[in-house]
């Protein structure tokens, strides 16, 4: 295996993060290097953002900006339209260079790197079996599932997401016993129980996305950030190298989380997917992927929304990765819209932040569509981000 850059630390529990106090949070987000191992993602020659015409987010309720960084703890927001940039604002003595963590924003990276592994033909279908990559699943309740239904999040394997829980499978994952020559996610992961058949329901598991990162690794022979780095960080001309935080042990990086980047490059990603997923003038993913990526695959229960290839979709189109504690990149092909938010949100998710997140791409989109809006003209409603 190709690695890039390497970085280690004494060994921390990268769940530890889910339990961080206000002030770790706000200190350890812009510095997760010095938590936890990392591989770093090498830049190239910067894509460049031109300034565009500003943009003032549209409140309904009247609120400012400031005031909404303030209270939600916001470290950066950028807005790009037609590549241009209309927004830029940082909180919490952040800058231009600070790599802030992304948590489950990862997850729409890692399923990227699928689309590229598939045009360059190190996977071969996402019909095939997780086992045909990862054999070590093939005992358990992996055995019958897809690259498909990882993608999906609808393996019907059990499994606890709750944040708050220090017992639940997202705050155990990395907390099992170590088999040489198998990472330790994988041994947590393969004796997991089924609950539903594949593809039948969907349930969030970040532990899956992880399981599809190491799938990607043994597929294309290459470390998640050096394959990052080669297909998109350097030929689309990100501006700073980015890090991915890996097991200190077995080297493997969490395709479920561990992404740092600087507010810019997060918005430059964005962009490479509104100009078609084409880095250095050659398409870097497989024909079609991105539509396919971005459309609704899993009913997750709530009208006008679904789930894609780890990118949650709306049904106007636009899509977006959503990671804890407030992080966010939002993409609204049809307004030619990129939308970047990093954050350290008391909480990892719960409906008041939700809602007022929500809020606030309603007021990018609001703005975007009536740069001069009428006196007492109200936006129109949009479904909560979740």
């Known amino acids: 295996m190709l690695l890039a850059g390497c970085a280690t630390v004494p060994h921390a529990r990268r769940t530890d993060v889910l339990f961080w106090n206000q002030p770790q949070r706000e200190a350890n987000f812009r510095a997760m290097q010095a ?153 947590y992961m393969a004796p997991l129980p089924r609950e539903y058949a594949p593809g039948a329901t969907w349930v969030y598991k970040t532990g899956e996305t992880d399981l599809i990162g190491i799938l990607v690794t043994r597929a294309t022979g290459k470390s998640l950030a050096a394959y990052l780095s080669e297909k998109i960080w350097r030929p689309y001309g990100m501006a700073n190298d980015a890090l991915w935080l890996k097991d200190d042990v077995d080297g493997t990086e969490a395709g479920g989380s561990g992404v740092s980047a600087t507010l810019g490059d997060y918005a430059r990603l964005g962009q490479f997917l509104l100009d078609g997923g084409v880095a250095a003038g050659h398409a870097v993913l497989a024909e079609g992927w991105l539509a396919d990526a971005t459309k609704k695959h899993a009913d997750i229960g709530v009208p006008g929304r679904g789930y894609g290839y780890q990118w949650w979709t709306w049904d106007n189109g636009a899509f977006a990765g959503i990671g804890i504690f407030g992080q966010l990149l939002y993409v609204d092909p049809a307004r030619r819209l990129v939308i970047v938010q990093l954050a350290a949100w008391p909480v990892a998710t719960d409906d008041a932040q939700a809602k007022a997140r929500a809020a606030f791409v309603q007021a990018i989109t609001t703005a975007a569509d009536h740069p001069h809006p009428p006196v007492g003209a109200r936006p129109r409603a949009m479904r909560p981000l979740q």
Request: zero cysteines; charged letters at 20%; proline letters at 5%.
């Open 35 to 187: 938590q936890y191992a990392s591989n770093s993602v090498r830049h190239g020659t910067a894509h460049p953002l031109p300034a565009g015409v500003p943009l003032t987010p549209a409140f309904d309720d009247g609120t400012t900006l400031d005031a909404y960084m303030a209270e939600h703890h916001v470290a950066g927001v950028m807005v790009l339209q037609d590549g241009k940039v209309r927004l830029e604002r940082y909180g919490l003595g952040a800058d231009p260079n600070t790599r802030w963590t992304s948590f489950s924003v990862a997850k729409s990276f890692t399923s990227t790197l699928v689309g590229a592994a598939l045009r360059d033909g190190a996977i071969h279908s996402l019909d095939d079996k997780v086992t045909r990559y990862i054999p070590e699943l093939g005992a358990g309740a992996y055995r019958d599932v897809t690259v498909r239904q990882l993608l999906t999040m609808t393996s019907g394997v059990r499994w606890n997401e709750d944040y708050a829980d220090p017992r639940s499978d997202v705050a155990q994952m990395y907390e099992g016993h170590r088999i040489a020559g198998q990472p330790l996610l994988v041994t």
